[in-house]
């Protein structure tokens, strides 16, 4: 099965500066790559997703690269603020079962 | 904006009870997930609903946990006998197209 791991395991910036987290995956037929933001007792929230027809997406100040060549993708926080301060989460599935594999989680913490 | 919903939000039971996690998805969502999220980790998932068929149940310990959702519409999950083990966060998710997910707030289960 598909197997996605995430890197770093905690984050700490100082606000107004950039935040990357970054996964890889092993399943070289994954498509879909989405993540998810989880802030402290409260449901996970699609932030940003991407297919393989494409290697960048931006909406704002959050953008996600995609390599799939060396099976890899990144999330890339601009201009961090307080309320990005949350757990993380990349993802992969494949266009076969839709399943959704995991990474394990990146805490992300905005220093004022 | 519709949301996935679950209940209970919080459960606390002891070992060797049975409980049941309730979700009703997004109108006109297809699909439905659960998933088991343990602390500090991703969201794992234990079966997925096309309409009222599983489609994948293969992480479901199926000696203790099941799953319904007689008609296609909202779902529930049961635990019998839980075990000290099961204590973590169950999350419901639903999707339209197969790859987008929204997740439910989740039930926070705790087996003493």
């Known amino acids: 099965g598909e197997n996605v791991e995430q890197h770093p395991s905690t984050l700490s910036v100082q606000e107004g500066d950039s935040a990357v987290i970054k996964c890889t995956y092993s399943?070289?037929?994954?498509?879909?790559f989405p993540w998810y933001k989880q802030e402290l007792g409260k449901r996970p929230q699609l932030i940003i997703d991407?297919?393989?027809?494409?290697g960048e997406k931006k909406d704002q100040r959050i953008a996600v690269t995609l390599n799939k060549t060396a099976k890899h993708f990144s999330l890339h926080i601009t201009e961090t603020q307080p309320e990005d301060s949350a757990v993380y989460f990349c993802a992969a599935s494949t266009a076969n079962d839709y399943k959704l594999s995991f990474g394990a989680g990146t805490t992300v913490t905005v220093r004022a | 904006e519709a949301e996935v919903a679950q209940s209970p939000r919080y459960k606390i039971t002891e070992k060797s009870q049975a409980v049941a996690f309730w979700c009703d998805p997004i109108s006109g969502h297809a699909t439905l997930y659960w998933y088991r999220q343990i602390l500090g980790q991703g969201p794992e998932l234990l079966v997925q609903?096309?309409?009222?068929?599983?489609?994948?149940d293969s992480q479901l310990p199926k000696d203790r946990f099941s799953a319904e959702r007689l008609k296609g519409v909202d779902s529930t999950l049961k635990i019998q006998p839980a075990e000290l083990g099961d204590s973590a966060m169950y999350l419901c998710?639903?999707?339209?197209?197969?790859?987008?997910?929204?997740f439910g707030p989740g039930t926070r289960l705790t087996v003493l």
């Open positions: 399943d070289s037929a994954s498509n879909y």
């Open positions: 998710a639903s999707s339209l197209s197969a790859d987008t997910q929204y």
């Open positions: 991407i297919r393989s027809n494409v």
């Open positions: 609903f096309q309409d009222e068929s599983v489609v994948d």
